[in-house]
Protein backbone atom coordinates (compact mmCIF):
# COMPACT_ATOMS: atom_id res chain seq x y z
CA UNK A 1 0.00 0.00 0.00
CA UNK A 2 1.30 3.24 -0.84
CA UNK A 3 0.71 6.67 1.34
CA UNK A 4 -0.10 9.37 -0.10
CA UNK A 5 0.90 12.65 2.42
CA UNK A 6 -0.66 15.48 0.78
CA UNK A 7 -3.03 13.40 -1.35
CA UNK A 8 -5.57 16.43 -1.61
CA UNK A 9 -3.25 18.65 -3.07
CA UNK A 10 -2.83 19.64 -6.36
CA UNK A 11 0.05 17.21 -7.77
CA UNK A 12 -0.82 15.03 -4.64
CA UNK A 13 -4.30 14.17 -5.82
CA UNK A 14 -3.55 13.70 -9.56
CA UNK A 15 -1.32 11.09 -8.38
CA UNK A 16 -3.60 9.64 -6.01
CA UNK A 17 -6.00 9.29 -9.02
CA UNK A 18 -3.05 7.65 -11.38
CA UNK A 19 -2.26 5.27 -8.39
CA UNK A 20 -5.75 4.23 -8.17
CA UNK A 21 -6.03 3.61 -11.94
CA UNK A 22 -2.80 1.17 -11.83
CA UNK A 23 -4.11 -0.86 -9.22
CA UNK A 24 -2.46 0.31 -6.15
CA UNK A 25 -4.04 1.05 -2.70
CA UNK A 26 -4.15 4.05 -1.54
CA UNK A 27 -3.82 5.78 1.92
CA UNK A 28 -4.22 9.67 1.69
CA UNK A 29 -3.23 11.94 5.03
CA UNK A 30 -3.98 15.46 4.43
CA UNK A 31 -4.98 18.06 6.92
CA UNK A 32 -7.17 20.32 4.26
CA UNK A 33 -5.37 23.26 4.87
CA UNK A 34 -4.69 23.69 1.67
CA UNK A 35 -5.81 20.75 0.09
CA UNK A 36 -9.57 19.52 -1.15
CA UNK A 37 -11.74 16.59 0.48
CA UNK A 38 -13.36 16.56 -3.17
CA UNK A 39 -9.93 16.13 -5.14
CA UNK A 40 -9.16 12.53 -3.06
CA UNK A 41 -11.45 10.39 -5.71
CA UNK A 42 -10.71 6.91 -4.19
CA UNK A 43 -8.40 4.75 -1.42
CA UNK A 44 -9.12 5.69 1.78
CA UNK A 45 -8.25 9.03 3.62
CA UNK A 46 -7.02 10.08 7.26
CA UNK A 47 -7.84 13.54 7.96
CA UNK A 48 -4.48 15.04 9.88
CA UNK A 49 -1.47 16.85 10.83
CA UNK A 50 2.11 14.43 8.99
CA UNK A 51 4.17 17.00 11.89
CA UNK A 52 2.19 14.57 14.15
CA UNK A 53 3.63 11.95 15.62
CA UNK A 54 1.11 10.12 17.04
CA UNK A 55 -1.00 10.72 14.13
CA UNK A 56 2.05 9.13 11.87
CA UNK A 57 2.25 6.20 14.40
CA UNK A 58 -1.49 5.29 14.17
CA UNK A 59 -1.58 5.88 10.17
CA UNK A 60 1.27 3.50 10.19
CA UNK A 61 -0.02 0.73 12.13
CA UNK A 62 -3.47 0.86 10.80
CA UNK A 63 -2.13 0.78 7.45
CA UNK A 64 0.39 -1.82 5.42
CA UNK A 65 2.96 0.69 3.99
CA UNK A 66 5.74 0.24 1.69
CA UNK A 67 6.06 3.33 0.51
CA UNK A 68 4.94 7.41 0.85
CA UNK A 69 5.05 9.45 -0.93
CA UNK A 70 5.16 12.92 0.33
CA UNK A 71 3.57 15.81 -1.30
CA UNK A 72 2.47 18.29 1.58
CA UNK A 73 4.95 21.17 1.82
CA UNK A 74 4.29 24.77 1.69
CA UNK A 75 5.25 26.40 -1.61
CA UNK A 76 5.46 29.92 -2.27
CA UNK A 77 8.05 31.19 -2.25
CA UNK A 78 7.30 34.72 -1.70
CA UNK A 79 5.99 33.81 1.89
CA UNK A 80 8.80 32.17 2.35
CA UNK A 81 11.24 35.01 2.60
CA UNK A 82 8.52 37.18 4.93
CA UNK A 83 7.83 33.65 7.65
CA UNK A 84 10.76 31.24 6.74
CA UNK A 85 10.05 29.89 10.09
CA UNK A 86 6.55 28.64 8.90
CA UNK A 87 8.63 26.65 5.93
CA UNK A 88 11.17 25.52 8.31
CA UNK A 89 8.45 24.11 11.10
CA UNK A 90 6.57 22.21 7.82
CA UNK A 91 9.30 21.20 5.33
CA UNK A 92 12.10 20.54 7.64
CA UNK A 93 10.86 20.02 10.87
CA UNK A 94 7.52 18.44 9.70
CA UNK A 95 9.81 15.60 7.25
CA UNK A 96 12.24 14.74 10.21
CA UNK A 97 9.02 13.51 12.20
CA UNK A 98 8.27 11.57 9.30
CA UNK A 99 11.85 9.91 9.00
CA UNK A 100 11.69 8.97 12.52
CA UNK A 101 8.11 7.64 11.77
CA UNK A 102 9.20 5.61 9.05
CA UNK A 103 12.55 4.47 10.47
CA UNK A 104 10.47 3.19 13.69
CA UNK A 105 7.86 1.53 11.33
CA UNK A 106 10.50 0.19 8.75
CA UNK A 107 8.65 1.83 5.63
CA UNK A 108 11.44 1.19 3.56
CA UNK A 109 10.88 3.94 0.65
CA UNK A 110 10.18 7.47 0.09
CA UNK A 111 9.22 9.47 -3.03
CA UNK A 112 9.67 13.40 -1.95
CA UNK A 113 8.44 16.46 -4.23
CA UNK A 114 11.12 17.82 -4.55
CA UNK A 115 11.93 21.59 -6.53
CA UNK A 116 14.09 23.21 -9.31
CA UNK A 117 14.40 26.09 -6.53
CA UNK A 118 16.78 24.06 -5.14
CA UNK A 119 19.10 24.96 -7.80
CA UNK A 120 18.86 28.61 -7.51
CA UNK A 121 19.98 30.85 -10.25
CA UNK A 122 20.88 28.43 -13.19
CA UNK A 123 24.71 28.33 -14.38
CA UNK A 124 23.80 26.04 -17.32
CA UNK A 125 20.65 25.25 -19.29
CA UNK A 126 19.36 22.85 -19.71
CA UNK A 127 20.00 22.26 -15.92
CA UNK A 128 21.66 19.01 -15.25
CA UNK A 129 20.55 17.51 -11.62
CA UNK A 130 24.55 18.07 -10.47
CA UNK A 131 23.87 21.38 -11.09
CA UNK A 132 24.87 23.34 -7.94
CA UNK A 133 22.31 23.78 -5.19
CA UNK A 134 22.31 26.98 -4.22
CA UNK A 135 18.92 28.41 -3.46
CA UNK A 136 18.17 32.16 -3.68
CA UNK A 137 15.06 31.64 -1.57
CA UNK A 138 13.87 30.30 2.02
CA UNK A 139 11.11 27.42 0.30
CA UNK A 140 14.18 26.12 -2.03
CA UNK A 141 16.49 25.99 1.06
CA UNK A 142 14.10 24.16 2.81
CA UNK A 143 13.39 21.51 0.20
CA UNK A 144 17.14 21.33 -0.16
CA UNK A 145 17.77 20.80 3.51
CA UNK A 146 15.28 17.88 3.25
CA UNK A 147 16.92 16.00 -0.02
CA UNK A 148 20.41 16.26 2.36
CA UNK A 149 18.09 14.74 5.34
CA UNK A 150 17.45 11.93 3.04
CA UNK A 151 21.10 11.08 1.75
CA UNK A 152 21.79 10.78 5.26
CA UNK A 153 19.06 8.73 6.10
CA UNK A 154 20.06 6.13 3.87
CA UNK A 155 23.91 6.20 4.70
CA UNK A 156 22.82 5.10 8.12
CA UNK A 157 19.36 3.49 8.31
CA UNK A 158 18.86 2.27 4.50
CA UNK A 159 15.52 4.49 4.52
CA UNK A 160 15.62 4.73 0.08
CA UNK A 161 14.19 7.98 -1.70
CA UNK A 162 13.67 9.56 -4.68
CA UNK A 163 13.67 12.95 -4.75
CA UNK A 164 11.59 14.49 -7.68
CA UNK A 165 12.55 18.15 -8.61
CA UNK A 166 9.58 19.54 -10.38
CA UNK A 167 9.94 22.50 -13.03
CA UNK A 168 6.70 24.51 -13.17
CA UNK A 169 3.68 21.84 -12.55
CA UNK A 170 1.07 22.80 -15.06
CA UNK A 171 -2.25 21.54 -16.72
CA UNK A 172 -5.27 19.41 -15.10
CA UNK A 173 -6.54 15.79 -15.28
CA UNK A 174 -7.35 15.22 -19.13
CA UNK A 175 -10.94 13.25 -17.45
CA UNK A 176 -11.39 17.06 -16.26
CA UNK A 177 -12.32 15.42 -12.20
CA UNK A 178 -9.28 17.48 -10.89
CA UNK A 179 -7.73 20.56 -10.62
CA UNK A 180 -5.36 23.43 -10.04
CA UNK A 181 -7.39 25.22 -6.58
CA UNK A 182 -4.25 27.39 -4.38
CA UNK A 183 -5.89 30.19 -2.02
CA UNK A 184 -4.00 32.52 -3.20
CA UNK A 185 -3.29 31.45 -6.81
CA UNK A 186 0.22 32.75 -7.55
CA UNK A 187 1.04 30.61 -10.40
CA UNK A 188 1.21 31.51 -14.17
CA UNK A 189 -1.23 29.32 -15.99
CA UNK A 190 -4.38 29.32 -13.23
CA UNK A 191 -4.22 33.26 -13.29
CA UNK A 192 -4.11 33.52 -17.10
CA UNK A 193 -7.23 31.17 -17.49
CA UNK A 194 -9.04 32.89 -14.48
CA UNK A 195 -8.37 36.19 -16.26
CA UNK A 196 -10.23 34.99 -19.41
CA UNK A 197 -12.98 34.01 -17.19
CA UNK A 198 -13.31 37.56 -15.82
CA UNK A 199 -12.20 36.16 -12.35
CA UNK A 200 -9.10 38.50 -12.81
CA UNK A 201 -9.16 42.16 -13.79
CA UNK A 202 -6.44 41.44 -15.42
CA UNK A 203 -3.20 39.61 -16.07
CA UNK A 204 0.43 41.12 -14.92
CA UNK A 205 3.24 40.21 -16.70
CA UNK A 206 5.91 40.44 -14.29
CA UNK A 207 9.22 41.47 -15.87
CA UNK A 208 9.49 42.64 -19.81
CA UNK A 209 13.21 43.35 -20.03
CA UNK A 210 14.51 40.01 -18.97
CA UNK A 211 17.29 39.02 -21.40
CA UNK A 212 15.76 36.60 -23.52
CA UNK A 213 14.12 36.71 -26.99
CA UNK A 214 10.98 38.69 -26.03
CA UNK A 215 11.86 40.11 -22.29
CA UNK A 216 10.22 37.87 -20.58
CA UNK A 217 10.88 35.00 -18.12
CA UNK A 218 11.11 31.45 -19.85
CA UNK A 219 9.86 28.46 -17.51
CA UNK A 220 9.85 24.51 -18.31
CA UNK A 221 5.61 23.87 -17.65
CA UNK A 222 4.96 19.98 -17.14
CA UNK A 223 1.83 18.23 -16.94
CA UNK A 224 0.84 17.41 -13.56
CA UNK A 225 -0.45 14.22 -14.90
CA UNK A 226 3.04 12.90 -16.42
CA UNK A 227 4.35 13.99 -12.77
CA UNK A 228 1.83 11.31 -11.39
CA UNK A 229 3.88 8.76 -13.69
CA UNK A 230 7.25 9.68 -12.49
CA UNK A 231 6.25 8.89 -9.25
CA UNK A 232 4.74 5.89 -9.53
CA UNK A 233 7.90 4.55 -11.58
CA UNK A 234 10.09 6.32 -9.26
CA UNK A 235 9.01 3.97 -6.70
CA UNK A 236 9.00 1.05 -8.71
CA UNK A 237 12.60 1.53 -9.16
CA UNK A 238 12.81 1.62 -5.70
CA UNK A 239 11.48 -1.41 -4.90
CA UNK A 240 13.87 -2.78 -7.82
CA UNK A 241 16.44 -2.05 -5.79
CA UNK A 242 17.58 1.50 -7.06
CA UNK A 243 19.86 3.45 -5.03
CA UNK A 244 18.62 6.95 -3.42
CA UNK A 245 18.82 9.38 -5.93
CA UNK A 246 17.18 12.40 -7.22
CA UNK A 247 15.50 13.59 -11.05
CA UNK A 248 14.83 16.75 -12.75
CA UNK A 249 10.70 16.61 -13.59
CA UNK A 250 10.40 18.60 -16.92
CA UNK A 251 9.67 18.60 -20.62
CA UNK A 252 13.31 20.17 -21.54
CA UNK A 253 11.20 23.16 -23.21
CA UNK A 254 11.07 26.84 -22.44
CA UNK A 255 8.00 28.69 -22.98
CA UNK A 256 8.08 32.90 -22.17
CA UNK A 257 5.07 34.31 -20.11
CA UNK A 258 4.22 35.97 -23.62
CA UNK A 259 4.12 32.72 -25.24
CA UNK A 260 2.00 31.30 -22.72
CA UNK A 261 -0.64 33.99 -22.46
CA UNK A 262 -0.45 33.92 -26.29
CA UNK A 263 -1.41 30.03 -25.91
CA UNK A 264 -3.96 30.78 -23.65
CA UNK A 265 -5.86 33.10 -26.05
CA UNK A 266 -5.65 30.70 -28.57
CA UNK A 267 -7.15 27.57 -26.79
CA UNK A 268 -9.64 30.04 -25.24
CA UNK A 269 -10.73 31.95 -28.36
CA UNK A 270 -10.36 36.02 -27.61
CA UNK A 271 -7.96 38.13 -26.20
CA UNK A 272 -6.60 38.33 -22.33
CA UNK A 273 -6.42 41.45 -20.66
CA UNK A 274 -2.79 42.08 -19.58
CA UNK A 275 -0.85 44.56 -18.35
CA UNK A 276 3.60 44.73 -18.07
CA UNK A 277 4.68 45.22 -14.60
CA UNK A 278 8.03 44.95 -12.80
CA UNK A 279 10.03 41.95 -12.23
CA UNK A 280 8.58 39.54 -8.97
CA UNK A 281 11.75 39.79 -6.77
CA UNK A 282 13.51 36.58 -6.93
CA UNK A 283 12.58 35.66 -10.56
CA UNK A 284 15.49 34.09 -12.64
CA UNK A 285 15.37 34.51 -16.07
CA UNK A 286 15.69 31.17 -17.67
CA UNK A 287 14.05 27.47 -15.80
CA UNK A 288 14.59 24.70 -18.25
CA UNK A 289 15.34 20.87 -17.07
CA UNK A 290 17.72 18.65 -18.35
CA UNK A 291 15.16 15.51 -17.34
CA UNK A 292 17.08 12.55 -19.83
CA UNK A 293 18.06 10.97 -16.48
CA UNK A 294 14.63 10.16 -15.53
CA UNK A 295 13.71 9.52 -19.37
CA UNK A 296 16.65 7.17 -18.70
CA UNK A 297 16.92 5.59 -15.96
CA UNK A 298 13.02 5.52 -15.01
CA UNK A 299 11.54 5.08 -18.67
CA UNK A 300 9.59 7.91 -18.03
CA UNK A 301 7.69 9.49 -21.33
CA UNK A 302 5.96 12.52 -20.43
CA UNK A 303 2.34 11.96 -22.54
CA UNK A 304 1.37 15.98 -22.49
CA UNK A 305 4.67 17.98 -23.24
CA UNK A 306 3.08 19.95 -25.76
CA UNK A 307 2.28 23.80 -24.09
CA UNK A 308 -1.04 23.83 -25.84
CA UNK A 309 -2.53 20.51 -24.68
CA UNK A 310 -1.01 21.62 -20.61
CA UNK A 311 -3.16 25.10 -21.43
CA UNK A 312 -6.27 22.72 -22.85
CA UNK A 313 -5.99 20.96 -19.70
CA UNK A 314 -6.01 23.23 -17.55
CA UNK A 315 -8.69 25.33 -19.54
CA UNK A 316 -11.19 22.19 -19.24
CA UNK A 317 -10.62 22.51 -15.37
CA UNK A 318 -11.14 26.01 -15.09
CA UNK A 319 -14.16 26.91 -17.96
CA UNK A 320 -15.97 23.78 -15.72
CA UNK A 321 -14.85 25.18 -12.49
CA UNK A 322 -14.84 28.79 -12.21
CA UNK A 323 -14.95 28.54 -8.46
CA UNK A 324 -12.36 25.70 -8.08
CA UNK A 325 -13.79 22.80 -6.12
CA UNK A 326 -15.98 25.93 -4.68
CA UNK A 327 -15.04 24.77 -0.66
CA UNK A 328 -13.16 28.34 -0.44
CA UNK A 329 -15.86 30.48 -1.28
N1 LIG B 1 4.15 35.34 -13.78
C1 LIG B 1 3.61 36.50 -14.32
N2 LIG B 1 2.39 36.92 -13.87
C2 LIG B 1 1.70 36.27 -12.90
C3 LIG B 1 2.26 35.09 -12.34
C4 LIG B 1 3.49 34.65 -12.80
O1 LIG B 1 4.19 37.12 -15.21
O2 LIG B 1 0.60 36.71 -12.51
C5 LIG B 1 5.46 34.87 -14.27
C6 LIG B 1 6.50 34.70 -13.17
O3 LIG B 1 7.16 35.92 -12.95
C7 LIG B 1 7.39 33.62 -13.77
C8 LIG B 1 6.42 32.76 -14.58
O4 LIG B 1 5.26 33.58 -14.79
O5 LIG B 1 8.32 34.18 -14.65
C9 LIG B 1 5.99 31.49 -13.86
O6 LIG B 1 5.57 31.85 -12.56
P1 LIG B 1 4.85 30.83 -11.57
O7 LIG B 1 4.50 31.58 -10.32
O8 LIG B 1 3.74 30.15 -12.30
O9 LIG B 1 5.95 29.72 -11.28
P2 LIG B 1 7.48 29.85 -10.72
O10 LIG B 1 8.34 29.81 -11.95
O11 LIG B 1 7.58 31.11 -9.94
O12 LIG B 1 7.63 28.61 -9.90
Redesign the pocket.
Same mark, same amino acid.
Given at each position: MICVIGGAGYIGSHCVKRLLERDHKVVTLDNLEAGHRAAIVGGEFVQGDYTDRQTLDTLFTSYPIECVMHFAAYAS?AESMTDPAKFYRLNVVGGYTLLEAMRAHRIPYLIFSSSAATYGEPRQIPIPEDHPQQPTNAYGETKRAFEQMLRWYDVAFGLRSVSLRYF?AAGADPEGQLGEDHHPE?? =??P =?VLLTALGKRPV *?????TDYDTPDGT?I?DYIHVTDLADAHILAAESLKGGAPTTAYNLGNGLGYS?REVVRTAEEVVGHPIPQEEAPR?AG?PAR *?VASADRAKRELGWQPQYADLRTIIETAWRWHSTHPDGYGDRL
Open positions: VNTH =LI =L *LKIFGARVRD *L
